[in-house]
């Protein structure tokens, strides 16, 4: 008989990934999804047909209870949350009980309905926030800058502790910026790889953003997806790192992502940066906006995933040059004219 899996936030870009690695290895999957007034399943339209989605919010335990028993899962993958940081300082407290509390109810749920479960919980690096050593571990102390990194670590400390308590063969994978053309279109990654698509097309002339400073330790999701898969089949429950090693600026992104579609870049002055076009129409800007700094920044995300590469066999396969390749071409073809659009690849 196939094996089951549930997955909360199978419509955001890992659920999506996720679901797809689950199918490939013979998996029946179940997703959560939340009640919304518009449909919002673009990233997994291409394998609805073959995925059952279940009613449930993290806010509602009772739907958590009733995912869980009819699921009947072998693994849990609780991916749903509100992912993006600078959104957690205008909504602290509803990135809280989602990212938070979230996490227990769900917990909760899999103890009472299916405690020989196995339990995945997407941590993450910003954890590390104000890091304390370079590069970050396992054994790295948390020091989180935002309401999302605060939440995060609470529910990184819940997964450990109903692994203690209850025996729960529960994990946590500490993930580095992972990214992909279903990226959400407010992540830095993404923001920038769509500008440079419109700004090639003559659809814009301008991107705005934030701190050029900030280093990432960015890799591709589909890569990363296969990691949370590997914990769930060890002999026992661990936590992991899972990144590339390699840290670079949000800078370096811009400049790759320009360079992609055969852009010149030329920074001039202080404040405002300016982006030189050859190939393309009228003029684009890159234009530093106050708007997109943060409170408090985490300036610098660099990992060793050795425990990783040692202790699953995982190693990412795509590199960052071909990452924003693939984001640029995917998003060039989807606002081409003729082309049928959507908000993913
Ligand atoms: P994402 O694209 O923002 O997807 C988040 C998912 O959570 C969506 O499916 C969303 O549903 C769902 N969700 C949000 N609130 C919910 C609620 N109250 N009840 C049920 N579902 C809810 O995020 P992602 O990039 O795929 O990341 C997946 C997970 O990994 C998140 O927990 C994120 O914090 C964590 N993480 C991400 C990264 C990264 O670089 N991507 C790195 C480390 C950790 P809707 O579609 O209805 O909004
Ligand atoms: O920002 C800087 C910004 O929003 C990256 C989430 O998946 O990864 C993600 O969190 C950096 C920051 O991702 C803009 O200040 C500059 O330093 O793409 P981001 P994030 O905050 O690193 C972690 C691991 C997660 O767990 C999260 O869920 O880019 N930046 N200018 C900007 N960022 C944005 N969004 N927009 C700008 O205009």
Redesign the pocket.
């Known amino acids: 008989m196939a094996k089951r899996c549930l997955i909360t936030g199978i419509t955001g870009q890992d659920g999506s990934y996720l679901a797809e690695w689950m199918l490939a290895k013979g998996y029946q999957v179940y997703g959560l999804v939340r009640r919304s007034s518009t449909l919002n399943f673009a990233r997994i339209e291409h394998i609805q047909d073959r995925l059952t989605l279940l009613p449930g919010d993290l806010l509602d335990p009772a739907s958590l209870i009733d995912a869980v028993k009819t699921a009947a899962p072998e693994e849990v993958y609780n991916l749903a949350a509100q992912?993006?940081?600078?959104t957690s300082w205008n909504q602290p407290v509803l990135t809280g009980e989602f990212t938070a509390l979230g996490v227990t109810r769900l917990l909760e749920a899999v103890r009472l309905a299916a405690p020989e479960a196995r339990f995945y919980q997407a941590s993450?690096?910003?954890m590390f926030g104000k890091v304390k050593e370079t590069p970050q571990t396992e054994e790295t102390p948390f020091h989180p800058r935002s309401p999302?990194g605060v939440a995060?670590v609470y529910g990184h400390y819940i997964t450990l502790n109903y692994r203690e308590s209850y025996d729960l063969f529960a994990c946590s994978g500490i993930?580095?910026?992972h990214e992909s053309p279903r990226r959400g279109l407010?992540?830095?990654?993404r923001?920038i790889t769509d500008a440079a698509a419109r700004i090639k097309l003559g659809l814009a002339d301008e991107l705005?953003?934030?701190?050029?400073d900030?280093q990432?330790d960015w890799g591709f999701a589909g890569d990363y997806v296969k990691a949370m898969w590997l914990m769930l089949q060890q002999a026992t429950p661990d936590d992991f790192v899972v990144g590339t090693g390699r840290t670079t600026t949000?800078r370096y992104f811009v400049e790759q992502s320009f360079a992609a579609l055969g852009m010149d870049l030329e920074w001039t002055g202080e404040g405002l940066r300016e982006v030189g076009r050859e190939q393309a129409t009228g003029r684009a800007v890159v234009r530093i906006d106050e708007r997109?700094f943060?409170p408090a920044?985490?300036n610098l995300l660099l990992s060793d995933p050795t425990k990783a590469k040692v202790g699953l066999g995982w190693t990412p396969e795509v590199s960052l040059e071909q990452l924003i390749e693939m984001m640029v071409r995917a998003d060039l073809e989807r606002l081409s004219p003729g082309s049928c659009g959507g908000p993913t690849e």
Do not use: I, W
């Not at 992912?83 to 600078?86: N, P």
């Open positions: 992912s993006f940081v600078q993450s690096s910003e999302y995060k993930l580095f910026n407010e992540f830095v990654t923001k705005r953003l934030g701190n050029l900030s990432r949000v997109y943060r920044e985490v």
